[in-house]
């Protein structure tokens, strides 16, 4: 099931293959709530549910109780120029289901103090330019009709 080639193995050489995963895994959001010990990700097409499971407990050594897969159908849109139809390709999503005592939690990547920072540096950026237009305004407000820029 390997794309790759790799060089003939003669008695006396050193070994040269690597063997790798041909499959791949990755971690997706839930759109709807899971329990606890469900984890959803997109896999490859070629995937079956077995290899889905030994893939998490050989790798990355989870315990896992069951595995069920579904083919989600891509989109399909017209195109305007020429009106042709386009499909989106499909994709494999798997559900892992852990042991009850295992609970799976998404990881926050932006947590809701870091955003806060941010908002209030913004917030005190557009404070700091409003405050330096109103300065800049109250400078020339005695000398109506001049260009801004003419002054000393």
């Not at 008695?11 to 995963?21: A, I």
């Not at 917030?123 to 237009?133: A, L, Q």
């Amino acid at each position: 099931m390997s794309t790759r080639w790799y060089p003939i193995f003669q008695r006396g050489s050193p070994q040269l293959r690597v063997f790798l995963p041909n499959f791949w895994l990755k971690l997706v959001k839930p759109t709807q709530s899971q329990p606890p010990n469900v984890v959803q990700f997109a896999c490859s097409m070629e995937m079956t549910k077995y290899d889905v499971k030994n893939y998490l407990e050989n790798i990355y050594k989870i315990p896992i109780v069951d595995v069920r897969t579904r083919i989600a159908l891509g989109r399909t849109k017209k195109a305007y120029p020429k009106s042709y139809i386009i499909k989106e390709d499909d994709i494999k999503y798997a559900y892992v289901t852990m042991p009850k005592d295992v609970t799976f939690t998404f990881p926050n990547i932006f947590p809701s103090d870091v955003k806060k920072e941010r908002e209030d540096e913004q917030n005190k950026s557009i404070k700091d330019t409003k405050d330096n237009f109103k300065k800049y305004l109250d400078k020339n407000k005695e000398r109506p009709g001049l260009p801004g820029w003419f002054s000393i």
